[in-house]
């Protein structure tokens, strides 16, 4: 049965992948590490990053019926390869944070009804209960006005950071709840539940409703950092009638049901097998990365990159642009977003007709550091850290460089400007550590760990065991919730560093990078006053 088994499966629904990790954790091995690309595996869907085109750049929406249909292609690609998923003793997982589905009748009336039929694609049965086509992803910058009317009404930003641990932001859920009311009213009333990605893709799994965590549920404006709890005031000045339509949130560890006889039947999952609380992805990627436990600090290179580090207290960020989010290992974690991660690396490397081994390449051999004075703002999206609504790109240095004529280059001030971003938005943490842990699909770029390693004066170390840390930390969270396991000898065994591709900082740049970090301070304080806008 089941709870014999040492198995964890962990899942990870980001923006541009579906991903599983299964862990044995008597044996510590890692047993299978699969992925469900949207672009290529579900091009029907049209959305080759994983969502879909809009013509005003700060509408980012995805179709959640695509997430649906990776999930049977990923569990029918796991049995293909012979993972036995009947020794699954229990499941967790992640999803990318702040995006948010809405449902006209509660997962809990699936249940009800017997569950999910087997003989029919899970795809089917979804689509006639969405009130809402698509889902509005962490990437949609186009709820200004309601972030202004949401502050407004709880007392300022201030007040905002004070009660949940971030400002009104437009990619959070409240302020995309608010839109969605004041623009879709009816849809808006015939919605009965409003699920986080995380939550879906548990319900999906549980063929019942599940409850939010407060590692994701922080990303939403709406919970109350110190109780854990939902918000009155923040529900009514969102939408009304919102209370009703989410589920009180449950902590990250508690048990929010067990797998639908569905998948039972179709993948060969043990009945009863436990669905652990899904969280964020970065809260999830926190304990993946071994870093649940204050005293690390995580760089996350994904379609968006990140910063972040658990919190013993929760700690806020003057500027306003940092969050405070629950960790899933109890306590609190701070987050730093930029939406200009990879998506900025990959619009270089296809301007300038570049491998990302010639990428690699072009940072560590063909120039230095500092850029001979080569400086670039990459903002091609409208970004969250520093706030921009509108793209700004702009190119600074020699002729050639502004010109579009120097690829090497371009592939360093793209990440040089990253990395000064980077470290000027998370000083807040105040972490000191001579350490950072790197993960996410551009952690296997070694260009881009070296500029890290020198503009942060610390040693880069990326993890031995697997890039997508969020999916591991699934896997780990549902060992520790459900069978019992320790998180220190967890991290032991799944989030050893991989010394051998560790990076060491080169003193000799420090002063480089001090220098740099004043300049490109100041541009971005130009860049963010001004309505620069270039496309
Ligand atoms: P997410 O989880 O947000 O979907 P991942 O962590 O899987 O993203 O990272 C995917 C990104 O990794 C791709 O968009 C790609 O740009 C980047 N990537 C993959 N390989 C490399 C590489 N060798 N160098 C730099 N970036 C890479
Ligand atoms: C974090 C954020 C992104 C998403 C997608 O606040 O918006 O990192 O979680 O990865």
């Known amino acids: 049965m089941a709870s014999a088994s040492h198995r964890f499966l962990g899942l990870d629904s980001s923006t541009q992948s579906l991903s599983a990790i299964v862990i044995d954790v008597q044996t510590g091995e890692v047993v299978a590490n699969h992925s469900i690309a949207y672009g290529a595996r579900l091009p029907a869907y049209g959305s080759p990053h994983g969502f879909l085109p809009h013509a005003d750049p ?9 997430w649906v249909e990776a999930l049977d292609l990923l569990l029918g690609d796991l049995r293909e390869q012979g993972v036995d998923l009947g020794r699954i003793a229990g499941i967790s997982g992640a999803g990318q944070q702040h995006g948010s589905v809405y449902l006209a009748r509660s997962f809990d009336e699936v249940a009800s009804a017997g569950g999910w039929a087997t003989d029919r694609a899970l795809r089917e049965q979804v689509a006639p209960l969405l009130s809402r086509r698509t889902a509005p992803i962490w990437m949609d910058a186009s709820t200004s006005a309601e972030c202004a009317e949401i502050a407004a009404a709880v007392g300022g930003d201030a007040k905002m950071v004070a009660l949940t641990g971030s ?20 849809d808006y009333q015939r919605t009965a539940e409003i699920h986080l990605v995380s939550s879906f893709m548990a319900s999906l799994l549980a063929g019942r409703s599940a409850s939010i965590d407060p590692g994701d549920g922080a990303g939403m404006d709406l919970l109350e950092l110190k109780t854990g709890a939902w918000n009155q005031a923040l529900l009514d000045a969102t939408a009304p009638g919102l209370g009703s339509k989410l589920r009180p949130p449950v902590p990250a560890s508690a048990v929010v049901g067990e797998i639908s006889p569905y998948f039972v039947k179709k993948y060969g999952f043990a009945p009863g097998t436990p669905i652990v609380a899904f969280t964020g992805d970065n809260p999830s990627s926190l304990v993946g ?6 005293g690390k600090v995580v760089v996350s290179l994904g379609t968006s990159d990140t910063i972040f580090a658990a919190m013993a207290a929760p700690r806020t960020d003057p500027r306003g642009y940092g969050h405070v989010f629950g960790n899933p290992a109890g306590g609190f974690m701070a987050l730093v977003c930029f939406a200009n991660g990879s998506l900025a690396r990959e619009e270089i490397t296809r301007r300038f007709g570049l491998t990302w081994d010639g990428f690699a390449r072009a940072i560590l051999t063909e120039t230095r550091p500092g850029n001979a004075g080569n400086m670039l703002l990459p903002f091609f999206a409208p970004e969250i850290t520093p706030r921009l609504t509108q793209p700004a790109v702009q190119w600074f240095g020699s002729d050639a460089f502004v010109a579009g004529g120097d690829a ?4 360093r001030a793209v990440v040089e400007a990253q990395a000064l971003s980077m470290r000027l938005h998370a000083a807040f943490i105040d972490e000191v550590v001579d350490t950072l842990l790197v993960t996410g ?64 900082p080169d003193p000799s740049t420090r002063a480089v990078y001090a220098e740099l970090g004043r300049e490109f301070d100041g541009r971005v304080e130009a860049a963010v006053a001004s309505s620069f806008v270039k496309g």
């Open 58 to 66: 700060r509408v980012v929406h995805s179709d959640p019926l695509m």
């Open 167 to 186: 400002r009104a932001i437009e990619r959070f859920t409240g302020p995309q709840i608010r839109k969605f009311w004041k623009q879709q009213p009816a």
């Open 289 to 294: 990365m071994g870093a649940a436990l204050p």
């Open 408 to 411: 090497p280059a371009a592939a």
């Open 441 to 504: 699909g551009a952690s296997r770029n070694a260009g881009i760990l070296r500029v890290l390693a020198d503009v942060f004066q610390a040693r880069i170390v990326p993890l031995a065991v697997a890039t997508n840390s969020s999916a591991l930390g699934g896997a780990l969270r549902a060992a520790a919730a459900v069978g019992g396991a320790d998180w220190q000898d967890l991290f032991s065994r799944f989030c050893a560093p991989d010394t051998a591709h560790a990076v060491e």
